[in-house]
């Protein structure tokens, strides 16, 4: 897994990538859990994310925000490490301009710089929010929210309970032209130690039923 090393506004972002075999093989980025938190390009999840895209032949990014591993800088609050994470798509658009397609993944706090990064870059295809701390953060800014994708919530977590993704689910489910799956797996936490297999499950389940819809 080639290591790459991108120039951000903070310096220097560590980056894993893997390329897809064909020319217009499309591209996913994933995006890491909170820094202060212990959040890295190699959480557990993270890294499951990306597996399950390269699985299904994309062009995958992962990496690691500022002040992380050996990105340069210093936690920013969520305002430097969205201008990481767009730089990290152009970087990825950029080395694959015939991509077909353009996905953003992101666990906990990196869901939440993903749903921004989202409303930023209106050409994305689609989403994989995995818990989603909708309860720590404002995602009011989804309005409305550009591109169909799957919301996967851990009926166990105790830092983010269900109910407070379902009021946001809630919202984005009364926008015209896109479509929200929500799936909470029962005694998931919001670490997902013993249910790692279920993100794959899941997440590889919702992929491939989009990519049959419109095949990359």
Known sequence: ??????????????????????ESAPVALILHPHPKAGGQMNNPVAVQLFHIFMKRGFSVLRFNFRGVGRSQG??????GELA????????LQATNPAASQCWVAGYSFGAWIGMQLLMRRPETDGFISVSPPTNAYDFSFLAPCPASGLILHGGADSVVPPVEVERVVSKLRTQKGIV??????EGASHFWMENLPDVEQRVGAYLDKRLAAQPA
């Open 74 to 79: 210093e936690f920013d609050g969520g305002i």
């Open 180 to 185: 929200i799956d929500y799936e909470v797996v």
């Open 84 to 91: 990481d994470a767009a730089t990290a798509l152009d970087w």
């Open 1 to 22: 897994m080639p290591e790459v090393v991108l120039t951000g506004a903070a310096g220097r972002i560590e980056g894993r990538y893997t390329q897809g075999k064909s």
